[in-house]
Structure formats: C-alpha cells, structure tokens
C-alpha cells in the first residue's frame, strides 16, 4: 500500500478524530487525508477532480466540454471524471438514546461517530459543490436544515448542538421529514436502526415516495455485534431503561446470531427497496463509508 495513503488513512481512524474538539476541522482533515488518498490510487470514477480528456462524439454531454482547450487547439475534448452537476444532499442523523451508547470508553458512542460521518460527507459533498443540509432527529425531527450552498456550517452546528433527548421513532421521524423534502436529491440516513425491520422498510419508504436517491449509514458498536467474555451482568435497554440479568458467556454465540440476521434482513429489505445499505463500525475507519458515498453520488449523477 502507497505510504502516503497509510498515512492519511490514520486521520480517518475515529479513536484519532474523537481527539479533535471541533467539528469543522475534524471533517475537513478527515476529507483532505480521503482526497489524498484515493487521488494517488487507480480511483478515476471516484476523483473529485477531471483525471483526463477525450475527444468528443456525437451524443456526449456538451456541459462536459472543454471550452478552454477547445479555444487552444479548436477541437472539442470531454473532461472525464468531472464531478460538476450539483445536487441536493440531505443528512439525516438519528440522536435517539440507543445512539448516546459505547462498549469501549476509549471508542466514541455511535453519535459521535454518526456526527464524524455526518460532518465528513456534509463536508466532501460541498467540496463537490453540491447544495448541503441535515436534519436531526429521534422520535421527530429536531433540527432542520435546508439543502443550499451556504449552509454547510449551519448542518456542522446543528450536528455539534445534537444530544440524546429521547427514545426514537424511526417511521414517524422520517415520515415528518419527507414533508420538507421539495426537490429530489440524495438521502444519507445515519442510525443504528434500532427497530423492527419492517418499520424501517416503512420509514424508508416515505423517503423513496418523494424520489429521492437513499443511502443508510448502519451504525453498530463492535459490543453490540458480539457480547463480552465474562461473569453475570446486567444489560440496559438503551431506549426503555429495562435491565436484562445476562450470562454473556451462555449467549454469546446465539446473540451474535441474532444480530447477523438482523442486520441481513435489513439488508435484504433495503436491497429490495433500491436503496444503499451500508454497515459500519465505530471502530472502523471513515473510508469505506466516504467510498461508498461517492459511487451513490457518481450513479445518481448519470441518472439525473
């Protein structure tokens, strides 16, 4: 692996980034170290920038012209790989009580990491000059912000202000939501999902209803993929407050399966729905979500 890649990719680690107090910086640093790396990678269909020209043909977009070259040498040449078109992108972070939670006080709670996520494709698609804006949410919508070019640095404050107030309710706050969703764009939902699959497909629907392109940040802590080795404890429902006495030893192996299926289901469901599914761990660096951001713009792209 290219050294310099390896070194930006440690600005992505989210046990570095929680050392970073603030939330503009941090989003900035984590997309410099992305851009960094994947502009010394083979990632042409993912570069924020042209990687090379063609000539043009019949058929081709005249907005991808070259107009500069052209009044060089007088022939029409493509730019390839431009990532021009404007969109609006829309994050929706779920602040509910399951997310205020971390198996490893070392780890940031699946808010935090929700909100480096949050901040980080906030911040990358603006860097695509695309219009940018972000809802909180739980049982309903807390905090707006529209879709415009100017409020990147509303949605990154809106995101510093979210604390946990409740328990959520992922169908009735997405439905609330969909109401301010005027024109269509793209849809990035940050959550644990902490809900019955079927309510889920539910809630994403009110999203896909209104053509909009959805992704899904699935957001676990790697304590709650796999019980902890050890004596009787007791477990908190992190929405009810319900204790549950556990032998995580005798569970273990069953309650891994149950969370497997869980998140397959889920997966299967969205599948279903033409909508991006992506799992991600808290302690897992920010890349693969950013990567996959950028193939969902790149084909809603081409579709629009």
Not at 52 to 73: C, E, K, N, S
Not at 128 to 138: A, L, M
Not at 140 to 150: K, N
């Amino acid at each position: 692996m290219d050294r310099t890649a390896t070194a930006s990719a440690r600005f992505l680690d989210p046990d570095v980034l929680a050392r970073i107090g603030n939330l503009e910086l941090l989003a900035r640093t984590v997309v410099d170290g992305f851009l960094n790396g994947i502009h010394k990678a083979p990632y042409l269909g993912l570069s924020m920038d042209f990687a090379q020209h063609r000539p043009y043909v019949p058929g081709d977009d005249i907005r991808h012209l070259d107009w500069r070259l052209f009044a060089r040498t007088d022939r029409y040449y493509i730019k390839q790989y431009d990532a021009e078109t404007n969109t609006d992108l829309v994050a929706l972070v779920d602040v509910s009580d399951s997310m205020d939670w971390t198996s490893d006080d070392a780890r940031p709670t699946k808010l935090d990491y929700a909100r480096f996520l949050a901040a980080s494709l906030l911040h990358l698609s603006r860097r695509q000059r695309d219009r940018v804006g972000c809802v909180t949410f739980d049982h309903d919508p807390i905090e707006r912000v529209p879709a415009a070019a100017r409020n990147l640095d509303l949605s990154l404050m809106a995101l510093e202000r979210s604390v946990p107030r409740g328990p959520g309710d992922l169908k009735n706050a997405m439905y609330e939501v969909s109401g301010g969703l005027r024109k269509r764009g793209i849809v990035l939902l940050v959550s644990d999902l902490y809900e019955d699959p079927d309510d889920v497909v539910a809630a994403i629907r009110y999203l896909t209803a209104r053509k909009q392109d959805v992704m899904i940040f699935h957001v676990l802590d790697p304590g709650e993929r796999d019980l902890p080795v050890g004596d009787a404890v007791s477990f908190e429902d992190a929405e009810t407050g319900e204790q549950v006495p556990v032998i995580p030893t005798k569970l273990r192996e069953g309650y891994a399966q149950v969370i497997a299926d869980h998140v397959e289901t889920l997966r299967r469901s969205m599948t279903g729905e033409r909508v991006d599914f992506v799992p991600v761990d808290t302690s897992q660096p920010l890349d693969h979500a950013l990567f996959a951001y950028l193939s969902l713009r790149a084909r809603s792209t081409r579709r629009r």
